[in-house]
């Protein structure tokens, strides 16, 4: 990959989401808001067992350098400090940070002794962006268009009798043919989110050793439920194309009993309370990601026709190396490392972390078949004990996700370095600064403002082909172009890339934002932390009132006013400003209180009731502190974790 000279701040066109887009839990009520909506994670909110005590040891390493070092961004003790809180309060053991920021390229992590720069971690749905660009990739090849049928694209056709597995409680299923209203979606409705596709296939416990009668299972959300779609002989989980078969047949079936196309929004709220029904393509964006399932399938599908090789084959030939990012390697001088993960702990990669559960993620049966059971015949084919119970294992470990066949919606392993090259290729690739395995008008295709009825919130933002896109001119949550987050049991990552070029990635190895609340909360103050290390801290600035004198027992002249900023310079509404008076000595009060509480209106400015001098000379200060009212609307988060104090100077003559 060739990188061109920089020429200044990126100022790119088309950009990120806020940090709110959360791929979170389905929630009836969040339809229409524009919330991000992921696989459904069972945890109750803020449970006892996300809060463990660590000790931690930090460690911050200069990984590349183009020009003379600048100051470590992670260096400062308050950096440390906050970032240590934040993570021994979500149970968090290991952590690895990485930034590229005006030609340099920093790596943090809160655990020297486990993780340094080259050690891997599973990032789940960041995945996705990974398929995105092969997808694309092949586009330009011509070698599938995007307005192509996808499932005509996968080897089925309209009318194609698909079956069940066979069989169940003795009985094989009667096959059906595939209605035609399936092949209506496109490759780029998959890109895109907006297939109208269930987010959810009905199942029999009879066919699921962990499933209650009527439960539904996702097709990437109970990974565990759907790696049993495999015929018998069950040698091994299903392949993704396994899978998906059994998805399209309980979808055909689903369909058949109620032959409805939907295309109010009533289909969404249906959808979101787990019901098999189909919304127009291209009606409007609904996370789900069955669509990148397929993606993945289709190019390895392609890439073994055409060049032989599997989805990462492809990926590391025709993305990865490209991009100057390595596969899984144990050299200590690699550290910008991409590949497909491992489910079994066995088959880890050597500088792979270990990953951890809470304790409400319980075990569930091995998705793995028992190798000392007659596979043509014993039923269940999963480990059993004596009781003919299923012997459960902790769910990153062959309990939840079958990696190897969830290559293109959340199975892929890497290093934050390895993520941070490929976000920023792909922004200086968009704003000429360098070259790569896609083309600058291909990049802008990916990112372009999708119809209104596709945007998560109109004028706000939208998910791109393969990452959430957020304008420049956005005033929620201004600098922030592009980002990706994931979870699975074991393991969470966040990537972004802000206007200025600045990009990063985290990786966690436990599902900190799993839970949709915790991940609200999780990622939003994550993300204000290394905000706050990379542009300095958000501030309250002094408009009016300091200095100045009164008498004793009289009202100060002016009124104490304070101006809100953000990270980006940017006016912050509806922070809740708190004034606060000494409480004895020379002192003032605010309507006979010490403290007044102010909320900062649409120009960021917050106004304090009239401070009365008490009856002692002398000085002294008044301080304000902003905090954020939460939040004010879906897409305005902000935290003020690293703000100044702004500090008035006052005199009682």
Same mark, same amino acid.
């Given at each position: 990959m060739e990188r061109k000279p920089a020429t200044g701040i990126r100022r790119g066109l088309f950009f990120q989401a806020p940090a709110c887009w959360l791929e979170s839990s389905i929630d009836t009520e969040a339809i229409g808001t524009g919330a991000f909506m992921n696989h459904t994670r069972y945890r109750a909110p803020f449970s006892t067992g996300r809060v463990r005590s660590r000790s931690v040891q930090l460690s911050v390493e200069l990984l590349e350098s183009r020009d003379a070092p600048a100051v470590d961004p992670f260096g400062s003790a308050q950096f440390n400090t906050l970032m240590n809180q934040l993570l021994d309060s979500n149970g968090v053991p290991l952590a690895s940070l990485a930034l590229q920021r005006d030609n340099e390229v920093y790596h943090w992590t809160n655990n020297t002794s486990s993780v340094n720069s080259t050690s891997l971690f599973r990032v789940a749905s960041v995945s996705k962006t990974f398929c995105a660009v092969a997808v694309m990739t092949l586009q330009q090849e011509g070698l599938l268009k995007l307005g192509d049928s996808a499932l005509k694209a996968l080897g089925y056709s309209p009318g194609q009798v698909v079956a069940g597995l066979e069989p169940v409680d003795g009985v094989t299923p009667v096959g059906i043919a595939l209605p035609g209203e399936l092949f209506n979606i496109t490759i780029r409705q998959l890109l895109q989110m907006s297939s109208g596709l269930p987010l959810a296939v009905p199942v029999a416990s009879a066919t699921f050793p962990d499933a209650e009668p009527q439960q539904v299972v996702y097709l990437a959300g109970s990974y565990a439920a759907l790696a049993f779609a495999h015929p018998p002989p069950f040698t091994g989980p299903a392949s993704v194309n396994e899978q998906i078969k059994y998805y399209l047949y309980q979808v055909a079936t689903q369909f058949a009993a109620n032959p409805v196309?939907?295309?109010?929004?009533?289909?969404?709220?249906?959808?979101?309370?787990?019901?098999?029904?189909?919304?127009?393509?291209?009606?409007?964006?609904?996370?789900?990601?069955?669509?990148?399932?397929?993606?993945?399938?289709?190019?390895?599908?392609?890439?073994?026709?055409?060049?032989?090789?599997?989805?990462?084959?492809?990926?590391?030939?025709?993305?990865?190396?490209?991009?100057?990012?390595?596969?899984?390697?144990?050299?200590?001088?690699?550290?910008?490392?991409?590949?497909?993960?491992?489910?079994?702990?066995?088959?880890?990669?050597?500088?792979?972390?270990?990953?951890?559960?809470?304790?409400?993620?319980?075990?569930?049966?091995?998705?793995?078949?028992?190798?000392?059971?007659?596979?043509?015949?014993?039923?269940?084919?999963?480990?059993?004990?004596?009781?003919?119970?299923?012997?459960?294992?902790?769910?990153?470990?062959?309990?939840?996700?079958?990696?190897?066949?969830?290559?293109?919606?959340?199975?892929?392993?890497?290093?934050?370095?390895?993520?941070?090259? !490929?976000?920023?290729?792909?922004?200086? /690739?968009? =704003? &000429?600064?360098?070259? +790569? @395995?896609?083309?600058?008008?291909?990049?802008r295709k990916m990112v372009a403002q999708p119809p209104a009825p596709l945007q998560v919130d109109v004028g706000v933002g939208w998910f791109g082909m393969g990452w959430q896109v957020q304008p420049e001119t956005d005033a929620y949550n201004r600098g922030v172009a592009w980002?990706?987050?994931?979870?699975?049991?074991?393991?969470?990552?966040?990537?972004?890339?802000?206007?200025?070029?600045?990009?990063?990635?985290?990786?966690?190895?436990?599902?900190?934002?799993?839970?949709?609340?915790?991940?609200?909360? !999780?990622?939003?103050?994550?993300?204000? /932390?290394? =905000? &706050?290390?990379?542009? +300095? @801290?958000?501030?309250?600035?002094?408009?009016?009132?300091?200095?100045?004198?009164?008498?004793?027992?009289?009202?100060?002249?002016?009124?104490?006013?304070?101006?809100?900023?953000?990270?980006?310079?940017?006016?912050?509404?509806?922070?809740q400003v708190t004034f606060t008076a000494p409480t004895g000595g020379p002192s003032g009060s605010f309507k006979g209180q010490a403290t007044a509480l102010v909320q900062t209106g649409t120009n960021g400015k917050a106004k304090a009731p009239p401070l009365k001098a008490n009856g002692e000379s002398g000085t002294f200060q008044v301080h304000a502190q902003a905090t954020l009212l939460f939040p004010p609307t879906p897409f305005f988060w902000y935290s003020f974790e690293s703000v100044n104090d702004a500090v008035f100077q006052l005199q009682v003559a």
């Open positions: 196309v939907y295309g109010g929004k009533d289909a969404l709220a249906k959808q979101a309370q787990g019901q098999a029904v189909l919304i127009k393509p291209g009606s409007f964006y609904l996370y789900n990601d069955t669509g990148y399932a397929m993606l993945g399938a289709l190019v390895e599908k392609i890439a073994q026709e055409q060049f032989n090789q599997s989805y990462i084959e492809y990926l590391t030939d025709k993305v990865l190396t490209p991009m100057g990012i390595s596969p899984p390697s144990a050299n200590p001088a690699v550290n910008r490392m991409v590949g497909l993960g491992r489910t079994l702990e066995n088959q880890a990669y050597p500088t792979e972390v270990a990953y951890e559960t809470y304790p409400d993620e319980t075990d569930k049966p091995n998705i793995f078949p028992d190798p000392n059971k007659n596979l043509q015949s014993d039923a269940p084919f999963y480990p059993t004990d004596q009781d003919d119970q299923p012997i459960k294992v902790p769910m990153p470990y062959g309990g939840d996700f079958f990696l190897e066949s969830h290559f293109g919606e959340g199975g892929l392993v890497a290093t934050p370095a390895g993520l941070v090259r !490929f976000f920023d290729t792909l922004g200086d /690739i968009l =704003d &000429g600064t360098a070259d +790569g @395995p896609l083309k600058r008008k291909t990049i980002v990706k987050n994931g979870s699975l049991p074991g393991n969470s990552a966040l990537l972004y890339r802000y206007h200025d070029g600045t990009t990063w990635a985290a990786t966690f190895n436990i599902d900190v934002l799993g839970d949709s609340e915790a991940y609200t909360d !999780f990622q939003r103050r994550f993300q204000a /932390i290394v =905000d &706050g290390a990379i542009y +300095g @801290p958000r501030t309250v600035q002094i408009v009016k009132g300091s200095p100045q004198a009164t008498a004793k027992g009289t009202a100060f002249p002016e009124p104490l006013v304070v101006l809100v900023l953000d990270v980006f310079g940017g006016v912050v509404r509806g922070a």
